[in-house]
């Protein structure tokens, strides 16, 4: 008896300029486009298995082992019926294709970090579940056409499917077809970068992305100018930076950009506050870093930058890493002891608070 099963695993993105609005809740389409950066390490993946069997009954999902509900019209029960179709395709192309799409499936993911702390699980775990059932049902399809699938269950989802530095271009088509993600460079282009991740709190988020958007959409008149104004300049600036590898300006924009979503957030009403104080005190020890360099001739050292929760992440090239964490270390108490993946701080003991 054959298996049909398949494993996959996708990353979290996190993005430098802010999709936060969308123009058609039910496509996912945005009101403007987007830009992240996909982190390569194995610490926050969401890994996914597929199977498709003529004895299961209906589709179901298990979420780090957890049963969730595949609502009828929902975005799961959206992201399956649309691979089912590509697979229908597949299978009409060649009539030997065993006919899986007419099976149920069975799907269970895993993430190795909290859900829905603001460290963008729905983005890996759309772009895992897509990707598994692309090698389930063998699609000969590109990254760019399953961003398609995926921004259907999570708009931030369609960057996942790239490493790298990853743009999710907005589109005009009322049908979504040119709203999917392209690579700007791939993660091997400016290996230098790397993304140093503050779990300020790992509670799950007060107000979800979803009906933050929507409020903001409805009231905020600071979004419209964002929108029409701000982003599209700034999409380009900061693609031509990461093509020059120009630290300085990518660093400037991320953090304009990641300070005008929360004042979005505040502009909406009634308001979202998404960022703690803590959130607040990195930004402040970020800006100090950066003014002490800028001052003595220097260029920008770190960015911050904050999704819809509390937790920072701050972008720097590798040469300050050690610098940042041991200041962070100083100023912040620590829950945990730092996670040491470079080995900076090898052969040194590390303060745990
Ligand atoms: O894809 P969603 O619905 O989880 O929204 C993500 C929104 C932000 O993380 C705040 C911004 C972004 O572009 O990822």
């Known amino acids: 008896m054959s298996v049909y099963q398949a494993t996959a695993s996708a990353p979290v993105n996190i993005a430098c300029i802010k999709y936060w609005g969308k123009r058609d809740t039910k496509l996912i389409l945005p ?12 610490h926050l993946r969401s890994t996914t298995t597929s199977r498709a069997d003529p004895s299961f009954e209906k589709d179901r999902l298990w979420l780090n082992g957890k049963e969730e509900e595949i609502k009828e019209g929902g975005r799961l029960a959206t992201c399956i019926k649309e691979m ?12 030997s294709e065993p006919k899986l799409s007419s099976f149920a499936v069975h799907i269970a993911s895993r993430n190795n970090f909290p859900t829905a702390a603001g ?11 897509v990707s598994s059932l692309a090698a389930l049902y063998k699609l000969p399809a590109t990254p760019s056409e ?37 690579e700007v460079a791939p993660q091997s282009h400016w290996p230098d970068i790397h993304a140093l991740i503050c779990v300020v ?53 991320t953090m304009q950009d990641s300070n005008q979503f929360h004042a979005v957030c505040l502009d909406t009403d009634p308001p979202i506050f998404y960022m ?37 992440v701050i972008y720097a090239p590798k040469e300050n890493l050690k610098e ?17 993946p470079f080995g900076l701080f090898a052969n040194e003991s590390l303060g745990s608070g």
């Not at 009101?31 to 194995?42: C, K, M, Y």
């Not at 089912?84 to 009539?95: F, G, Q």
């Not at 907005?170 to 999917?180: H, I, L, V």
């Open 84 to 95: 089912k179709r590509l697979r229908r395709e597949v299978e009409e192309k060649s009539p």
């Open 31 to 42: 009101t403007n486009s987007s830009l992240s950066v996909t982190l390569d390490q194995d």
């Open 276 to 312: 703690n104080d803590v959130s607040r005190s990195i930004i402040a020890l970020v800006t100090e870093y950066n003014r002490v360099s800028v001052e003595n001739g220097g260029k920008l050292k770190a960015a911050y930058t904050y999704d819809a929760g509390p937790n920072a």
């Open 201 to 253: 709190s790992d509670d799950k988020k007060g107000t979800s992305s979803t009906s933050g958007m929507q409020r903001t959409v409805e009231t905020s008149p600071l979004l419209q100018h964002r929108i029409k104004n701000v982003v599209p300049e700034r999409m380009k600036a900061i693609s031509e930076a990461i093509l020059a590898k120009d630290f300085d300006t990518f660093a400037r924009i």
């Open 119 to 129: 460290l963008a699980s729905s983005a890996s775990g759309f772009a895992a579940l």
């Open 146 to 182: 399953l961003s398609l699938i995926s921004r259907q269950g999570s708009g931030s989802a369609c960057r996942s499917l790239f490493g790298g530095f990853v743009a999710w271009e907005m589109g005009s088509a009322a049908d979504g077809s040119d709203s999917y993600a392209v």
């Open 324 to 340: 940042i964490v041991s200041m962070i270390i100083r100023y912040f108490p620590q829950a945990e002891p730092f996670k040491d």
